[in-house]
């Protein structure tokens, strides 16, 4: 018995594997925007996926490609990764729209888009083979075209007896992951002149660069320049542009930002110093002379990679000697080496440059056979002998923007050329807020490290150093971690932030979520979260909010994997101000001695409520009654009764008052109700004021005088006896309209109406 119990436990589980699985597919639900795209534009498309088999298949990701054949082959490209919900048998997502660049290395002409479902095998499923899915072909244009993907341009700034090619590999990495654009290169030679001496503003740059310029995603900088104009020379002769003093940089610097921002139209940069380029970047950033007109440094992130915040002297280490990045030697007796000096090799002083001190040649000279060319540390053109110089270390830096190091650590002692300590930017300015990230590699090998630099350009996770973004733009980022220690951060949190010109509809969609779940938050300019959602890995999510005039904080976060710096995120925002409500109708009509009134109305996204107003001359009007907006898309329909018009016409008018307060008044619409040829009562002067007057066609005799409001209450209460005529002290009663009531000795009831203005 135990025996058959056993197999039919194996023939069940051998049941489940044939006939309970899972088969995951692309269904023939697709659509692309255009079939023509050039390299950089957006390809945009939808589709959806769905499990044939009939058990749940669980969350999985979804791959696509553009390849020239129909097949997967070493010349398809990957796009991007995409998560997918877990789904039920039988069912599909909801349509999942993707949008992203076209990478550099497609080959134009035909292609086709491939998407390749549960491409890391999360899914057991019965047909392994029909994962991916063919549509309309599409036209890979080869132009190519530079667009602005990024919140912030980037400037990629080389460091010692180097130039722009340090960053060669990097960018080609950029253009074929991601699809983002290079916008040129901006070329410096920092030591025009040829004396000795080189002052400040000692520099040219070659201008015809600013005009080459395009609007795009990153730009490098050079100083591989001689004083032809010559970039790279191939002379023997020494330049020293590209080991000139950092004050220097720090111009060239302020240069190539104001031409950037100038181009993009873009607020701010973001700066990328490899080795000295960071300390030319923090020269920048810490010199507020040095700023743009605005007296503003225009700066949302400063990456470092490799830079010797604490100084390096290891210039003339056979180390440095090998990784030379253009095959020559650094000039030992250059302003560049004089500046990095973590301590002089004589004196045994701090490098005056970093850590200030005394600028004179007895602290300064350091080297066995001369002197540095240059002791004139600020560059001023002055003998300053005996003048103490504040060190970069020394000077405030700003914490208002974002802060991250590249170090390299675990190869011989540093990166070979950078302690690093040295590298940590943390270690001088304890309590900036810098993220760490810790590579095993040479110096000249740290800007090949793609994936760690783009870790290290990771969006802000602080709301008042968040990147500011505009509507109507698509914008990339990633998810990735922002710590050396992803256990301590555990989520990436992405934060951004934008204004609202004026009361409308936000819209708000995020394309390409790699993360099983994705969370995302809506906060007000006080940090509130007024709107919080998850994706639940669905890979596409959208909202529509209506909101005020303000600034607001658009948040988007999770649990990232070591696979998600790869396929970088998309977000829109999209505003719409609200439109004054349109009246499509309104309608007025006398039915029984009652005034019915209809309107219908559409573009309420911001309307609060409808008053209705009644005036009995068109000059004098009061209120008798209000209604709720549905303040809903679409059209809605309206209505309103007033049970009591006056005799004669009575005018109408509706008050459309929005959220804000701002109103609008329709067009007025009227009814004339008579008056019964044997009315016994009449109140004139009626629109009254103060006082009026009750007129009876006989003697009044112990009658009763009651006036209510439009609601019904009873407001005041007066006797008549013996009269034609009744005084009414009406002076109390608001603005408005009111029912007249006289009951008689023998509880005979007569009406009129009247109109207090």
Same mark, same amino acid.
């Given at each position: 018995?135990?025996q058959k119990?056993?197999?039919?436990?194996?023939?069940?589980?051998?049941? %489940?594997?044939?006939?309970?699985?899972?088969?995951?597919i692309?269904? &023939?639900?697709?659509?692309?925007?255009?079939?023509?795209?050039?390299?950089g &534009?957006y390809? @945009?498309?939808?589709?959806?996926?769905?499990?044939?088999?009939n058990?749940?298949?669980?969350?999985?990701?979804?791959?696509?490609?553009v390849?020239?054949t129909?097949?997967?082959?070493?010349?398809s490209?990957?796009?991007?990764?995409?998560?997918?919900e877990?789904?039920?048998?039988n069912?599909?997502?909801?349509d999942?729209? =993707?949008?992203?660049?076209? !990478?550099f290395?497609?080959?134009s002409?035909?292609?086709?888009?491939?998407?390749?479902?549960?491409?890391r095998?999360?899914v057991?499923e019965?047909?392994?083979?029909n994962?991916?899915?063919l !549509?309309?072909?599409?036209?890979?244009n080869?132009?190519?075209?530079?667009?602005?993907?990024?919140?912030y341009p980037?400037?990629?700034?080389?460091?010692?007896?180097s130039?722009n090619?340090?960053w060669?590999n990097?960018?080609?990495?950029?253009?074929?992951?991601?699809g983002?654009?290079?916008?040129?290169n901006?070329?410096?030679?920092? &030591?025009?002149?040829?004396?000795?001496?080189?002052?400040?503003?000692?520099?040219?740059?070659?201008w015809?660069d600013?005009?080459?310029?395009?609007a795009?995603?990153?730009?490098?900088?050079?100083?591989?320049v001689?004083?032809?104009? +010559?970039?790279?020379?191939?002379?023997s002769t020494?330049v %020293?542009?590209?080991?000139?003093?950092?004050?220097? $940089?720090?111009?060239?610097?302020?240069?190539?930002?104001?031409?950037?921002?100038?181009?993009?139209?873009?607020?701010?940069?973001?700066l990328?110093?490899?080795?000295?380029?960071?300390?030319?970047?923090?020269?920048?950033l810490?010199?507020?002379?040095?700023w743009q007109?605005?007296?503003?440094h225009?700066?949302?992130?400063?990456?470092?990679?490799?830079?010797?915040? #604490?100084?390096s002297n290891?210039?003339?280490s056979?180390?440095?000697l090998i990784?030379?990045?253009?095959g020559?030697?650094?000039? *030992?007796?250059s302003?560049?080496?004089?500046d990095?000096?973590t301590?002089?090799?004589y004196s045994l002083? !701090?490098?005056? =440059?970093?850590?200030?001190?005394?600028?004179?040649?007895?602290?300064m000279?350091?080297?066995?056979?001369?002197n540095?060319?240059?002791?004139?540390?600020n560059?001023?053109g002055i003998?300053?002998?005996?003048?103490?110089?504040?060190?970069?270390?020394?000077?405030?830096?700003s914490?208002?923007?974002?802060?991250?190091?590249? /170090?390299?650590?675990?190869?011989i002692? #540093?990166? #070979?050329?950078?302690y690093?300590?040295?590298?940590?930017?943390?270690?001088y300015?304890?309590?900036l807020?810098?993220?760490?990230? /810790?590579v095993?590699?040479?110096h000249?090998?740290?800007?090949?490290?793609? *994936?760690?630099?783009?870790?290290?350009?990771d969006?802000?996770?602080?709301?008042n150093?968040?990147?500011?973004?505009?509507?109507?733009? /698509?914008y990339?980022?990633?998810?990735?971690?922002?710590?050396?220690?992803p256990?301590s951060y555990?989520y990436d949190?992405d934060? =951004?932030?934008?204004?609202?010109?004026?009361?409308g509809?936000?819209?708000i969609?995020v394309?390409?979520?790699?993360?099983?779940?994705?969370?995302?938050?809506?906060?007000d300019?006080?940090?509130?979260?007024i709107?919080?959602?998850?994706?639940?890995? $669905?890979?596409?999510?959208?909202?529509?909010?209506?909101?005020?005039?303000?600034k607001y904080?658009?948040?988007?976060f999770?649990?990232?994997d070591?696979?998600?710096?790869?396929?970088?995120?998309?977000?829109?925002l999209?505003?719409?101000?609200?439109?004054?409500?349109?009246l499509l109708?309104?309608?007025?009509?006398?039915?029984?001695n009652? +005034?019915? %009134?209809?309107?219908?109305?559409?573009? *309420?996204?911001n309307?609060?409520?409808?008053?209705?107003?009644?005036?009995?001359?068109?000059?004098?009007?009061?209120?008798? #009654?209000?209604?709720?907006?549905? &303040?809903?898309?679409?059209?809605?329909?309206?209505?309103?009764?007033?049970?009591?018009?006056?005799?004669?016409?009575?005018?109408y008018?509706?008050?459309?008052?929005?959220?804000?307060?701002?109103?609008?008044?329709?067009e007025?619409? @009227?009814v004339?109700?008579?008056?019964?040829?044997?009315?016994?009562?009449?109140?004139?002067?009626?629109?009254?004021?103060?006082h009026?007057?009750?007129?009876?066609?006989?003697?009044?005799?112990?009658?009763? /005088? *009651?006036?209510?409001n439009?609601?019904g209450?009873l407001?005041?209460?007066?006797?008549?006896t013996?009269?034609?005529?009744?005084?009414?002290?009406?002076?109390?009663?608001?603005?408005?309209?009111?029912?007249?009531?006289i009951?008689?000795?023998?509880?005979s009831?007569?009406?009129?109406?009247?109109?207090?203005y």
């Amino acid at each position: 018995m135990k025996q058959k119990f056993t197999l039919g436990i194996l023939f069940s589980f051998f049941s %489940l594997f044939l006939f309970g699985q899972a088969d995951l597919i692309v269904t &023939n639900n697709f659509s692309v925007q255009t079939t023509n795209v050039s390299i950089g &534009n957006y390809l @945009t498309f939808k589709f959806r996926v769905r499990n044939n088999g009939n058990i749940v298949a669980p969350k999985s990701h979804t791959l696509i490609y553009v390849s020239p054949t129909t097949n997967i082959t070493a010349n398809s490209v990957e796009l991007t990764t995409i998560s997918t919900e877990a789904l039920a048998a039988n069912t599909e997502t909801q349509d999942i729209n =993707y949008t992203y660049p076209l !990478p550099f290395n497609c080959t134009s002409g035909t292609n086709y888009i491939i998407i390749q479902v549960d491409s890391r095998n999360e899914v057991v499923e019965s047909n392994e083979a029909n994962y991916y899915y063919l !549509p309309t072909t599409i036209t890979v244009n080869s132009t190519i075209v530079g667009q602005q993907n990024l919140p912030y341009p980037i400037i990629f700034i080389h460091g010692l007896n180097s130039d722009n090619k340090t960053w060669d590999n990097l960018l080609i990495d950029f253009q074929k992951f991601y699809g983002w654009s290079f916008g040129g290169n901006l070329n410096y030679c920092l &030591n025009q002149s040829a004396t000795s001496t080189y002052k400040y503003d000692d520099y040219k740059p070659r201008w015809s660069d600013t005009l080459s310029l395009t609007a795009a995603d990153f730009y490098t900088i050079n100083f591989d320049v001689d004083r032809n104009g +010559t970039i790279h020379p191939t002379s023997s002769t020494t330049v %020293l542009s590209n080991q000139a003093a950092i004050v220097k $940089q720090g111009l060239a610097v302020k240069d190539a930002i104001k031409y950037v921002l100038k181009k993009t139209g873009r607020d701010k940069v973001i700066l990328v110093g490899h080795s000295m380029g960071g300390l030319a970047s923090r020269e920048y950033l810490q010199n507020s002379s040095l700023w743009q007109p605005d007296n503003k440094h225009h700066v949302a992130k400063l990456l470092t990679v490799g830079t010797p915040h #604490g100084g390096s002297n290891a210039s003339l280490s056979a180390l440095a000697l090998i990784t030379s990045i253009n095959g020559t030697t650094p000039d *030992e007796h250059s302003e560049a080496i004089r500046d990095l000096k973590t301590s002089y090799f004589y004196s045994l002083q !701090p490098g005056v =440059y970093l850590f200030g001190g005394t600028e004179d040649y007895a602290t300064m000279n350091d080297i066995l056979l001369a002197n540095f060319y240059n002791v004139d540390v600020n560059c001023d053109g002055i003998d300053n002998s005996g003048v103490t110089i504040q060190g970069l270390n020394q000077k405030s830096i700003s914490n208002t923007l974002n802060y991250s190091c590249i /170090i390299g650590d675990g190869i011989i002692v #540093g990166d #070979g050329v950078v302690y690093a300590a040295n590298a940590n930017l943390k270690n001088y300015y304890n309590t900036l807020p810098v993220d760490t990230f /810790i590579v095993s590699a040479l110096h000249t090998a740290l800007p090949k490290q793609t *994936e760690t630099i783009v870790k290290g350009l990771d969006e802000s996770n602080e709301y008042n150093r968040s990147y500011d973004i505009k509507t109507s733009q /698509i914008y990339f980022g990633n998810f990735s971690t922002q710590s050396q220690d992803p256990s301590s951060y555990p989520y990436d949190y992405d934060d =951004y932030k934008f204004s609202v010109p004026q009361n409308g509809v936000l819209n708000i969609k995020v394309y390409n979520i790699t993360l099983p779940k994705c969370y995302i938050n809506l906060l007000d300019s006080t940090q509130n979260i007024i709107y919080k959602d998850s994706t639940n890995g $669905q890979g596409y999510w959208e909202l529509n909010r209506t909101l005020n005039t303000g600034k607001y904080y658009f948040e988007v976060f999770g649990n990232t994997d070591a696979k998600a710096w790869r396929n970088p995120y998309a977000f829109k925002l999209s505003f719409t101000p609200t439109l004054p409500v349109t009246l499509l109708d309104f309608v007025a009509t006398l039915k029984d001695n009652q +005034t019915f %009134l209809k309107w219908t109305a559409t573009n *309420e996204i911001n309307t609060a409520i409808f008053t209705i107003e009644k005036s009995i001359n068109g000059v004098e009007w009061a209120a008798i #009654g209000n209604v709720n907006a549905v &303040n809903m898309f679409g059209i809605n329909n309206y209505n309103f009764n007033d049970a009591n018009p006056n005799f004669g016409i009575n005018y109408y008018r509706l008050k459309m008052i929005d959220k804000d307060g701002k109103f609008t008044y329709s067009e007025v619409r @009227t009814v004339e109700l008579n008056k019964p040829k044997n009315s016994l009562f009449v109140v004139a002067p009626n629109p009254a004021k103060g006082h009026t007057t009750l007129f009876s066609k006989s003697i009044i005799k112990n009658a009763v /005088i *009651e006036i209510y409001n439009v609601e019904g209450s009873l407001l005041l209460k007066q006797n008549a006896t013996d009269s034609y005529k009744v005084d009414l002290d009406i002076s109390k009663l608001p603005q408005g309209f009111y029912l007249v009531k006289i009951i008689d000795a023998n509880n005979s009831v007569n009406s009129v109406k009247m109109a207090v203005y």
